[in-house]
T-cell receptor, first 113, second 114 residues
Framework: DTGVSQDPRHKITKRGQNVTFRCDPI?????LYWYRQTLGQGPEFLTY????????KSRLLSDRFSAERPKGSFSTLEIQRTEQGDSAMYLC???????????FGPGTRLTVT | AQSVTQPDIHITVSEGASLELRCNYS??????LFWYVQSPGQGLQLLLK??????LVQGIKGFEAEFKRSQSSFNLRKPSVHWSDAAEYFC????????????FGAGTRLFVKA
């Protein structure tokens, strides 16, 4: 399967713990996006990479959130000192050089207890 | 600022009946418009997209959507709904600058009754 993959698919953590999610985009795609989706809502944009450069961050991305894409391939999203309000589905998407739609991964569901 | 409104939180239709899901957008330039479908536990799948040209767009699974600039709408339609179409549907608008960030509506949950 050559689609976007995310790991883990589910994560349960206690409040105050740190968590890290991984996204592997489609291999030839140089653009990578992170979104957050809470229950009953559509996905909300968090951040965007072109190759290894993080070009845009949403105001939703507080100081506790950090994203990296060190070699322009896979990306990680880390949440420090998790709060219950961080419970959500975290979606990753990738897009190729020529204009095309974003291809979404299956998401990582985070539950903070 | 860009925004997308899906007025219907949920819709129930009978199998075989026609479907129309409403979407209104706010955008200061020519919009790039999308409809995605999300089944439980699944990621988002693109149904169709509009960038320019013919305002009636055909997508996968028998869906189509019509762009109406005067009404700022991009409604999704299907002439005959199948039980497998039950899912959450999201309308989205993409910005053609700065990486093409996509703004999503809150979604419409479709229920299909036998």
């Amino acid at each position: 399967d050559t689609g976007v993959s995310q790991d883990p698919r589910h994560k349960i953590t206690k409040r105050g713990q740190n968590v890290t999610f991984r996204c592997d985009p489609i291999s030839e795609h140089n653009r990578l996006y992170w979104y957050r989706q809470t229950l009953g809502q559509g996905p909300e944009f968090l951040t965007y990479f072109q190759n290894e450069a993080q070009l845009e961050k949403s105001r939703l991305l507080s100081d506790r959130f950090s994203a990296e894409r060190p070699k322009g391939s896979f990306s990680t999203l880390e949440i420090q000192r998790t709060e219950q309000g961080d419970s959500a589905m975290y979606l990753c998407a990738s897009r190729g050089v020529s204009f095309d739609e974003q291809y979404f991964g299956p998401g990582t569901r985070l539950t903070v207890t | 600022a860009q925004s997308v409104t899906q007025p219907d939180i949920h819709i129930t239709v009978s199998e075989g009946a026609s479907l129309e899901l409403r979407c209104n957008y706010s955008y200061g330039a020519t919009p790039y418009l999308f409809w995605y479908v999300q089944s439980p536990g699944q990621g988002l799948q693109l149904l169709l997209k509009y960038f320019s040209g013919d305002t009636l767009v055909q997508g996968i699974k028998g869906f189509e959507a019509e762009f109406k600039r005067s009404q700022s709408s991009f409604n999704l339609r299907k002439p005959s709904v199948h039980w497998s179409d039950a899912a959450e549907y999201f309308c989205a608008v993409g910005r053609n600058t700065g990486g093409f960030k996509t703004i999503f509506g809150a979604g419409t949950r479709l229920f299909v009754k036998a």
